[in-house]
């Protein structure tokens, strides 16, 4: 199994946040949610996407549910889980239905929803938030060979062994231009992204993040859009011109799965 090359990008913090979402939010009405239920027993709904959240048999583990159970111990109640059953986060559609495991909480199906959920103005108007406990810059995997390729074709070799997502997708913009005859690389960066995540470069102001989108949107091929972080890393290894595009958090978990080198610097 190949080393991967790993990027930390810094240019914009994303909104992505990995939150629990509840219908009261504030630590005494907890409470009284809580004594409101027999035996205590709350339901909650969440994402099935590693490293926040996945099942393994009949348990459900990951970092998002290891925050669950000191919240459970803390205010002393259980909780079983459940996946809403169209495997989404959520929206809110135009005739005001809401779908995903928000709209389970909306429906009064679930108690509770937790994940790696984003914040949006459009979900402020329906739910309540806790406070966000990591705000996640966004991060992209791919292979060594297409960061040492591109550094080679750039003055970045002298400065860092990584590319910042600024210059991964400038080196895009300047292969894409070049005339097929004098290109010395293999063709374009294929950027993807898990579909649940897409909708967040769709609204994104940031001029890089639009360039990314727009790139996603001008491939014909859409299988750069995977349904888990799993296919996405899988996709890296099998694809030498793909950047997938993750979480910081997920990025360092990942790199130290998989890797036995130092952690990049961070810069």
Same mark, same amino acid.
């Given at each position: 199994?190949?080393?991967?090359?790993?990027?930390?990008?810094?240019?914009?913090?994303?909104?992505?946040?990995?939150?629990?979402?509840?219908?009261?939010?504030?630590?005494?009405?907890?409470?009284?949610?809580?004594?409101?239920?027999?035996?205590?027993?709350?339901?909650?709904?969440?994402?099935?996407?590693?490293?926040?959240?996945?099942?393994?048999?009949?348990?459900?583990?990951?970092?998002?549910?290891?925050?669950?159970?000191?919240?459970?111990?803390?205010?002393?109640?259980?909780?079983?889980?459940?996946?809403?059953?169209?495997?989404?986060?959520?929206?809110?559609?135009?005739?005001?239905?809401?779908?995903?495991?928000?709209?389970?909480?909306?429906?009064?199906?679930?108690?509770?929803?937790?994940?790696?959920?984003?914040?949006?103005?459009?979900?402020?108007?329906?739910?309540?938030?806790?406070?966000?406990?990591?705000?996640?810059?966004?991060?992209?995997?791919?292979?060594?060979?297409?960061?040492?390729?591109?550094?080679?074709?750039?003055?970045?070799?002298?400065?860092?062994?990584?590319?910042?997502?600024?210059?991964?997708?400038?080196?895009?913009?300047?292969?894409?231009?070049?005339?097929?005859?004098?290109?010395?690389?293999?063709?374009?960066?294929?950027?993807?992204?898990?579909?649940?995540?897409?909708? /967040?470069?769709?609204?994104?102001?940031?001029?890089?993040?639009?360039?990314?989108?727009?790139?996603?949107?001008?491939?014909?091929?859409?299988?750069?859009?995977?349904?888990?972080?799993?296919?996405?890393?899988?996709?890296? /290894?099998?694809?030498?011109?793909?950047?997938?595009?993750?979480?910081?958090?997920?990025?360092?978990?990942? /790199?130290?799965? /998989?890797?036995?080198?130092?952690?990049?610097?961070?810069?």
């Amino acid at each position: 199994m190949s080393l991967h090359s790993y990027f930390r990008y810094h240019h914009w913090s994303c909104m992505m946040m990995i939150c629990l979402l509840v219908m009261i939010i504030l630590p005494n009405k907890h409470e009284r949610l809580i004594l409101a239920k027999p035996s205590n027993l709350l339901k909650g709904v969440i994402i099935r996407n590693w490293p926040y959240a996945d099942q393994f048999g009949q348990q459900y583990k990951g970092f998002a549910v290891d925050l669950l159970d000191l919240i459970a111990e803390r205010l002393r109640f259980e909780y079983c889980l459940h996946q809403p059953n169209d495997g989404k986060y959520g929206s809110v559609n135009p005739d005001g239905t809401v779908t995903g495991m928000i709209g389970e909480v909306y429906t009064n199906e679930a108690d509770f929803a937790t994940g790696d959920l984003e914040v949006t103005e459009s979900r402020r108007k329906y739910f309540d938030f806790t406070e966000p406990f990591i705000e996640n810059q966004l991060s992209a995997i791919i292979r060594r060979d297409l960061n040492s390729e591109l550094l080679s074709q750039s003055n970045q070799q002298n400065r860092t062994k990584y590319m910042s997502l600024q210059d991964l997708v400038q080196a895009n913009n300047e292969i894409k231009t070049t005339d097929p005859q004098q290109q010395q690389s293999n063709g374009p960066i294929i950027f993807g992204v898990v579909l649940n995540s897409f909708d /967040y470069l769709s609204r994104s102001q940031n001029p890089t993040a639009r360039q990314i989108y727009e790139s996603i949107m001008n491939n014909q091929d859409k299988s750069s859009l995977v349904n888990t972080a799993n296919e996405g890393v899988d996709l890296v /290894y099998r694809n030498p011109r793909y950047a997938f595009l993750v979480s910081f958090l997920f990025f360092i978990i990942i /790199y130290h799965y /998989y890797c036995t080198a130092h952690t990049p610097s961070i810069y």
